[in-house]
């Protein structure tokens, strides 16, 4: 007898050929059963359907994104209901808000009798949701104080800001969505982006929105103009002229020659009068520590201009003799 010849997998070409013979007719039965139970009628099932929330978008912003399908359950075509499944060729919903900035949301109970009609011949049974949410918020334009963002800029060591910071204009003007600029409080944040400034500035500085506001907020005012002074804060030191009050004759200083200095930082302004001032370091024996024999030091004249004042040494040793 001839062999029978076998493919590589085992399978000879007669049991292959009956094996395909098979898969066709399983898949042409399916095929069958598939499009006979799509013409029948009387499914239900739930799909996400397209909806459109349609307003005046030259006078509103929605602040969040709009729902974009609402899920129904409807009756139908076996065919209706698999394109209305898929998306198949299928419109969105609209839904026309008048003034949508008055509430936040729309009751689905009022749009079954026009949904049920678009969705036509497919029979609307219900919508699983009682309301379709949103925000969107009238769009207006307001005026805010322009304030300087300190973690914009830098002063150079030992510099200053004198004052106020001066703006030209004095507000700027944004447009967008009602709650959004409400969240600004009335107040929008200049960015200089400079570091170590020791100098006096005057300077046209572009406004910048924030990043995370940049789809729903608009800058009408683009840039403002930013001025302030800076000054040079000096460090310095001087020797101080003792000045014993109510000191006994037997009673001295432990160390007659001690150098009892001031060290402080001041306004450049305000050297030249630093000058001209002769400081005393005043020990008044009426108010010395009796438990440890010492007198702090006090200085005379104290300005009010001096800052971070430290006095070396600060208490002074009594000595008693005998």
């Known amino acids: 007898m001839p062999e ?26 399916t095929t069958f059963w598939i499009l006979n139970a799509l013409n029948k009628d009387d499914y239900n099932t739930i799909v996400d359907f397209p909806i459109e929330i349609v307003y005046n978008d030259e006078a509103y912003m929605p602040v969040k994104k709009l729902p974009a399908s609402i899920q129904i359950e409807i009756n139908g075509n076996g065919w209706d209901l698999l394109r209305k499944y898929f998306n198949i060729n299928e419109s969105p919903f609209q839904i026309d808000l008048e003034n949508p900035a008055s509430k936040n949301y729309i009751l689905t109970s009022d749009l079954k ?27 207006q334009t307001v005026k805010l104080k322009p304030v300087l963002d300190s973690a914009s800029f830098s002063l150079a060591n030992n510099y200053r800001n004198t004052g106020d910071v001066n703006f030209t204009p004095e507000s700027i003007s944004i447009q967008g969505p009602s709650s959004v600029l409400k969240s600004f409080e009335g107040r929008f944040p200049v960015q200089m982006n400079q570091n170590r400034i020791a100098q006096s500035i005057n300077k046209d500085v572009e406004l910048r929105i924030p990043k995370n506001l940049e789809n729903q907020v608009s800058l009408i005012t683009e840039s403002i103009q930013v001025q302030f002074d800076v000054v040079s804060i000096l460090e310095g030191n001087k020797r101080l002229k003792v000045k014993k009050i109510n000191f006994p004759r037997t009673v001295t200083m432990e160390d007659e020659e001690v150098k009892i200095m001031i060290y402080y930082k001041v306004d450049e302004r305000k ?31 104290m300005p009010s201009y001096l800052e971070e004042v430290r006095v070396e040494p600060a208490t002074i040793k009594l000595k008693y003799e005998q």
């Open 271 to 301: 050297a030249s009068e630093l000058n001209e001032i002769e400081f005393d370091a005043i020990l008044n024996y009426s108010q010395r520590n009796k438990e440890d024999s010492t007198i702090t030091v006090k200085v005379e004249p």
């Open 4 to 29: 029978t010849k076998k493919s590589s997998k085992g399978i000879s070409p007669k049991k292959l050929s009956d094996l395909k013979v098979v898969v066709l007719c399983i898949a042409a039965a």
């Open 113 to 139: 009798r026009s949904l049920g009609e678009f969705i036509s011949p497919t029979q609307l049974i219900s919508v699983l949701e009682d309301s379709i949410k949103y925000q969107i918020d009238e769009i």
